[in-house]
């Protein structure tokens, strides 16, 4: 097995830390695995994805960030049919935007947020 070097902050390595006890994992390297194995799975079932869709994007950010939350979504409003802010605690925000149009213009909006690197969370569901 290949041998890959990665840094990672501690915030994010107590994290996995706390999965790896959680869920039993042997150590940090499984932790990673798994999730690595997650993010190709959900790669590959959004890359087969065509034609007109309904779905529900989620991000979650710091408020410091409204900005780019804005410019991406002016540039992709013939797809937003609605978008939901809310304030959670400290300084995050959850947006909910309801989505409808052809997948690959979803699929630009959600790379757009994921490319950002100012997002803590995007997650894109088709309905």
Not at 44 to 52: N, Q, S, T, Y
Not at 65 to 84: A, M, N, P, R
Not at 87 to 96: A, G, Q, S, Y
């Amino acid at each position: 097995m290949a041998i890959v070097s990665i840094s990672l902050n501690e915030g994010i390595l107590d994290e996995i830390d706390k999965l790896q006890n959680e869920l039993g994992f042997s150590g940090r390297s499984e932790v990673v695995r798994a999730g690595v194995r997650m993010l190709l799975a959900d790669s590959r079932d959004k890359a087969v994805l065509e034609g007109k869709l309904n779905s529900v994007l989620l991000l979650i950010h710091t408020q410091k960030v409204e900005d780019t939350v804005t410019e991406i979504k002016h540039e992709f409003e013939d797809i937003i049919s609605t978008q939901i802010h809310n304030h959670l605690r400290e300084d995050k925000c959850l947006e909910v935007f309801i989505l409808e149009g052809d997948a690959a213009r979803i699929k630009q909006l959600v790379r757009h947020f994921q490319t950002s690197r100012k997002m803590d969370y995007v997650k894109l569901i088709v309905a």
